[in-house]
């Protein structure tokens, strides 16, 4: 983990190819102490918050799948929505995920460009 001076002055890409980078294998307890400082999981950035929620995800942290279930329902760009979704139904390999991915598909479903939506449909019949 960078130490907070090294953080202290870094730009929305900077934390995304960071977040994209960090190992598969990050504890739920990093996770969390990454966010307690910098509240990464609130961005205002969708670029950094939904980097950092597909790395929650992907660790099984249910902490922040409130944030996630807000940002499906309040964006509808495929450059948030695939990695999101994936991360449920892949990268989690949970079946309670899975699930859930289906029901916020179901919930959002229709403010999602219809393109969007046989995207994530193309990943639910791929992973599920």
């Not at 090294?6 to 294998?25: F, R």
């Not at 807000?70 to 139904?89: D, Q, S």
Request: proline fraction near 4%; aromatic fraction near 12%; charged fraction near 30%.
């Amino acid at each position: 983990m960078p130490t907070k001076d090294e953080l202290a002055e870094w730009q929305s890409h900077e934390w995304e190819l960071y977040l994209d980078n960090l190992p598969k294998s990050i504890e739920v307890s990093q996770i969390l102490a990454l966010d307690l400082p910098y509240k990464l999981s609130e961005s205002k950035d969708y670029e950094v918050k939904v980097s950092f929620l597909q790395r929650a995800i992907s660790c099984g942290c249910k902490t922040y799948y409130s944030e996630v279930e807000k940002t499906l329902k309040e964006v509808g760009r495929m450059k948030y929505l695939r990695p999101l979704y994936t991360a449920l139904v892949k990268d989690s390999g949970s079946e309670e995920d899975k699930v859930f991915a289906k029901i916020l598909f179901s919930e959002a479903r229709e403010c999602y460009h219809p393109i969007a939506q046989g995207v994530v449909e193309s990943i639910f019949a791929k992973y599920t």
